[in-house]
Every structure is written in structure tokens, then in C-alpha cells.
T-cell receptor, first 113, second 113 residues
């Protein structure tokens, strides 16, 4: 167990809908990363937050957004969902905004139908 | 941006043999190179990492080598066991991107008894 908690584990929703994925980092970690894993794109970095502030941005669509709250948990919001958004979404955490070791949660499997 | 290539995509070895997975990267500013193991239904698990100021690192049956000049790094697993069967990902990252990970496409390793 990495200590990173993601909920829900599975999510099935219809096209056009909006969902929120939640991540609680390891105790003491200030930085949260979101990654998307799909068969065609592999593991792709979406966005990083450090102590409530956006730190780095990757291949995140405009329909997606994230935030990190004062208690350091993070939420990834996916809107206007398309079939192609079906994927595993992972959260990882690290101690600071420039720590190297990152620990991954178990992921949320999103299925858009 | 950073591009990480990983080979082979699948690897089958007999128990007790060695397995080698190779990765190349494109961004000379990358300075941190972790390897993750992902088992079915789980999140990626950090197994070993190496920084750009080190050429080799070993942890029991696992070793990683880095050639900065050639921009390639490799994972070596000796005395493989069936429980080593999983998908392995290499990644490259750098400090000024918050160490957000750029992953290779993964290698599916099968160790047969």
C-alpha cells in the first residue's frame, strides 16, 4: 500500500457528463500529480499541484481541471466527457514540489458509455 | 518536450534468467530516471531510480545503468522469479518541471517457471 488513496475505484458515466475524481496524498506529502493511462497513449502526465498551487501542466485537455485543497487532497474534474476519455486515472504524491520519488495510488477506472 | 522510447514491448524469460529493458530519452535536461512496476489492477510501484550524476545503482536483484552521453538507461533484473512478471515502465523527468514523469510505453515481462 503506497499510502495514496483514490476514490472511487470505478466510475461508469455517459457521454457529455461531468465527474470528479478524488485523491488523498500520503501523510506529509505536499505535492500531487495526476496521470492518465490508456491503451493508445500509455501513461501521460496531466497536471501537478504543490501546496495548493498549480506547479506544472502536461497534456491536460481544457475540459479537464484540477485543484488542491487546504487539507492537501486533490480533485480532478472531467467535463463534457467523450468515449475517448475512458481510461485509468492515477494520482501520485511526493514530499515537495521538487521531490523526486513519487508514489502512486491504485487509480480510478473511468468508463464513458 | 521529452520523448522516452522503451524496448522491448514484451519480454519472456525462463525463471532464473536475466531480463534487460532499455530506454532512451531526448531531453538532455532530464536528470532523474525512475523505474516502475505495475501489476494487474494496481498502480505503478517505484522499484528503483537513478539520478544523472550516477552511472549505476543496484538493489538486490535489480540494477539500473545510465549513459548520459548516449541518453539511454537500462533496467537489469537477475535471477528472475515468476513474481517479477508485470509491466515495467521507465520514465525521465527534470527538476524545473516539478519532476513530472515522462513515461515509456512499458514492457510486459513474463517469467515462466
Amino acid at each position: 500500500d503506497s499510502g495514496v488513496t483514490q476514490t472511487p475505484k470505478h466510475l461508469i458515466t455517459a457521454t457529455g457528463q461531468r465527474v470528479t475524481l478524488r485523491c488523498s496524498p500520503r501523510s506529509g506529502d505536499l505535492s500531487v500529480y495526476w496521470y492518465q493511462q490508456s491503451l493508445d497513449q500509455g501513461l501521460q502526465f496531466l497536471i501537478q499541484y504543490y501546496n495548493g498551487e498549480e506547479r506544472a501542466k502536461g497534456n491536460i485537455l481544457e475540459r479537464f481541471s484540477a485543484q488542491q485543497f487546504p487539507d492537501l487532497h486533490s480533485e480532478l474534474n472531467l467535463s463534457s466527457l467523450e468515449l475517448g476519455d475512458s481510461a485509468l486515472y492515477f494520482c501520485a504524491s511526493s514530499k515537495t514540489g521538487t521531490s523526486t520519488e513519487a508514489f502512486f495510488g491504485q487509480g480510478t477506472r473511468l468508463t464513458v458509455v | 518536450g521529452e520523448n522516452v522510447e522503451q524496448h522491448p514491448s514484451t519480454l519472456s524469460v525462463q525463471e532464473g534468467d536475466s531480463a534487460v529493458i532499455k530506454c532512451t530519452y531526448s531531453d538532455s535536461a532530464s536528470n532523474y530516471f525512475p523505474w516502475y512496476k505495475q501489476e494487474l489492477g494496481k498502480g505503478p510501484q517505484l522499484i528503483i531510480d537513478i539520478r544523472s550524476n550516477v552511472g549505476e545503482k543496484k538493489d538486490q536483484r535489480i540494477a539500473v545503468t545510465l549513459n548520459k552521453t548516449a541518453k539511454h538507461f537500462s533496467l537489469h533484473i537477475t535471477e528472475t522469479q515468476p513474481e517479477d512478471s508485470a509491466v515495467y515502465f521507465c520514465a525521465a523527468s527534470r527538476r524545473n518541471s516539478g519532476y513530472a514523469l515522462n513515461f515509456g510505453k512499458g514492457t510486459s515481462l513474463l517469467v515462466t517457471p
